[in-house]
């Protein structure tokens, strides 16, 4: 391969994981979910790079399920959850901006340390490809325990399943039923957060996650 | 003879910078008052304030000390000898094995050292207010630095900027995400580094947001003509480092001197300092200033993308 396809692979995915701690650095919800729709965007555009570079046409339809469902489906029913619900002015009290943000790094140090021995022997872009993966989907965990806001935690999810996709594009000989199949259980699973989200906000009348921890009988000094 | 003419060269680059330093401040004076919808001072006014302060009488606290007077002409020197050495129209001139990035960042950080010492001096609250944030910007932009040499240095394979210069003119370096991500950083800290908008207001004197006009604030004549003159070098200076580590087009490469080349070198370089300062304004009045415990979140953000781009160097090519 020659090395400027492979620069540009490399740009790509070195884009989402980017976006991923730029995820971690906002604290707006629309913000955070316009740089949610850009990573979807980013992503479908290294998988179709991928499918250009390994000559699989599958993969294509990969980067366009990943561009309609995540780039404009879901950040669009996600504004309008969060314009429904009336939190779309609220600035989100992040655990510690700085602290996140190099809790992110290190997980992204800790993902590139684990995977370069385990896939020495791999071509550079699958070996890159799962580094980048597996920090996208440790920061998307990370947002999901550092923000207390429940539609702020569903695109936490969503960008760790954006890892999974880039993921599965380094890993030659994914079946396309199977990108299919996940595609899908995104979207339900995103139904089902809305459908949450609004129960949520019914019972307790915020969205605040620690809310609930009042009913696990862990009374916290802050509440 | 070919002693004479290098060295010749290397003076010419070094006298320059200074010379230009006070016209590329009144560039972006005046390109913000026009985005301002002012008519704004003269392109020359930086020049003319420089005269008219070095022919005034210098008031001095009685209780300031010999750091307070000496200050000034520390941070003039060091700032002035950090931009002679960065590259700006050609590598490899006679000074250029000196040009070191981590050099240049340590004679930036004696500047600061002097001018936040002198800060404290007289003892005045504002100083010692402004040293402080001075300060609290300066531990949180130098580590940002120091990787952001080190991630261009991973890739070039040298700290010594008229070789990365040289290396990064040729194109073969490639799309490099590390090297977007190592000038964005560079950016973030150029402007807490030069006190522009987000971070301080070079034009503010209302007490609660100065930071570099707090320090100075006791100055008057001479020793204050020399510290503007300093920070109009410090802003020539990162733009010439933006120019020579992302944008060195144009520079006259590999010991080419003759008067061609380096007359496309002088004239490019003149060309993309003038780009920089239109930029720079442009880029301060759509944002507002950030309330100082802001400063973190945002200087922190140039760390992480330099951090950023020095692992992403490390998964391209291994270790």
Not at chain 1, 2 to 18: E, K, N, Q, R, Y
Not at chain 2, 37 to 64: F, T
Not at chain 2, 117 to 132: H, I, K, P, R
């Amino acid at each position: 391969m020659s090395p400027l396809w492979f620069d540009i692979a490399h740009l790509f995915a070195a884009g989402v994981l980017v976006l991923s701690l730029m995820l971690l650095y906002q604290d707006r919800i629309t913000a955070v979910i316009n740089v949610f729709a850009l990573q979807a965007v980013v992503l479908s555009l290294s998988v179709g790079w991928q499918s250009i570079v390994q000559g699989a046409p599958h993969l294509l339809a990969t980067a366009f399920i990943a561009l309609i469902a995540k780039g404009i489906i879901i950040p669009t029913a996600l504004h309008r959850i969060v314009r429904k619900l009336d939190v779309h002015r609220e600035v989100e009290r992040v655990v510690s901006g700085g602290l996140t943000m190099l809790a992110g790094l290190a997980l992204v140090a800790l993902s590139i340390l684990l995977v370069q021995p385990v896939v020495e022997t791999a071509d550079p872009v699958a070996r890159e490809d799962f580094a980048f993966a597996l920090a996208v989907v440790l920061l998307g965990l990370l947002l999901m325990i550092t923000r207390r806001n429940a539609v702020t935690q569903v695109v936490g999810f969503m960008s760790l399943e954006n890892g999974l996709i880039l993921a599965a594009t380094g890993a030659r000989g994914m079946p396309l039923v199977v990108e299919v199949s996940v595609a899908f259980s995104v979207l339900i699973a995103f139904i089902v957060f809305g459908v949450f989200v609004f129960r949520i906000r019914e019972r307790f009348d915020t969205v605040d996650v620690n809310v609930l921890e009042r009913f696990r009988g862990e009374r916290r000094e802050h509440l | 003879m070919a002693l004479t003419v290098e060295l010749a060269l290397q003076l010419l680059q070094i006298g320059m910078v200074v010379a230009i330093a006070p016209l590329i401040m009144g560039i972006t004076r005046k390109v913000r008052a026009r985005l301002l919808r002012r008519r704004g001072p003269p392109l020359v006014q930086p020049y003319l304030d420089l005269w008219k302060l070095m022919h005034k009488e210098v008031v001095v606290a009685p209780n300031a000390s010999w750091v307070y007077r000496r200050a000034p002409y520390v941070v003039f020197a060091a700032t002035w000898v950090a931009a002679g050495l960065v590259p700006t129209y050609a590598t490899g001139l006679l000074f250029s094995w000196s040009a070191d990035l981590i050099a240049v960042i340590a004679l930036l950080g004696t500047a600061r050292f002097a001018l936040a010492l002198a800060g404290m001096d007289v003892g005045t609250a504002f100083g010692g207010l402004g040293s402080s944030r001075e300060m609290m910007i300066a531990s949180l932009a130098e580590p940002a630095m120091l990787l952001i040499s080190f991630a261009v240095a991973l890739i070039a394979g040298t700290t010594q900027l008229s070789a990365i210069a040289a290396l990064f003119s040729t194109g073969d370096v490639g799309v490099r995400v590390s090297l977007g991500l190592a000038l964005l950083a560079l950016i973030v800290v150029g402007i807490a580094e030069n006190a522009r908008i987000p971070i301080d207001n070079p034009a503010t004197h209302l007490e609660l947001t100065m930071v570099h006009e707090a320090m100075i604030l006791e100055y008057s004549g001479r020793h204050l003509a020399m510290i503007e003159a300093a920070a109009q070098l410090k802003l020539v200076l990162y733009f010439s480092l933006v120019a020579c580590l992302f944008a060195p087009f144009g520079m006259a490469v590999g010991g080419d001197q003759s008067a061609l080349a380096l007359g496309i070198g002088i004239v490019t370089f003149l060309g993309k300092l003038a780009v920089f300062a239109v930029l720079l304004p442009i880029a301060e009045t759509t944002v507002a200033k950030m309330r100082v415990f802001r400063y973190p979140a945002f200087v922190g953000s140039a760390f992480a993308a330099a951090a950023l781009a020095v692992f992403l160097r490390f998964v391209s090519r291994g270790f």
